[in-house]
């Protein structure tokens, strides 16, 4: 995926730069919003969960498309502003959930630790 930017115009009220960039990618269908959120990402070294895909148009026939984003300069200005779009929500739910899992995974293991441990103590 190639990223070439096309504008970029800072918001010091609203602690935010919208960039537009004209992105070409590989293959027949366009990349979903969490893969352009990635990239955009990348491209101007900042945190993924900053920046905020608010359009993409598609150019018809090419494999190209015309990207405006919003990158925040905290996580606090874009949830209070910014709604979220459905693949996004299911990432984050996800994340959540494999976040979760982690814990109870994490726990599950100090608990057997410590009976060992306790174990060892009583032998």
Not at 28 to 50: G, H, M, R, Y
Not at 83 to 105: G, I
Request: with cysteine.
């Amino acid at each position: 995926m190639e990223l070439n930017m096309l504008k970029e115009r800072d918001s010091p009220l609203l602690n935010r730069k919208r960039v537009s960039f004209m992105v070409e990618y590989e293959g027949k269908c366009t990349p979903n919003i969490l893969e352009f959120k990635d990239a955009i990402a990348s491209k101007l070294k900042v945190n993924k969960d900053l920046v905020s895909v608010r359009h993409v148009y598609q150019r018809f026939g090419y494999s190209k498309a015309k990207v405006i984003a919003h990158i925040y300069q905290t996580r606090k200005e874009l949830m209070r502003l910014e709604k979220f779009k459905k693949a996004e929500k299911k990432a984050e739910e996800k994340a959540k959930l494999e976040a979760e899992e982690k814990a109870e995974v994490e726990a599950k293991k100090a608990i057997e630790e410590a009976k060992k441990a306790e174990e060892e103590e009583n032998n």
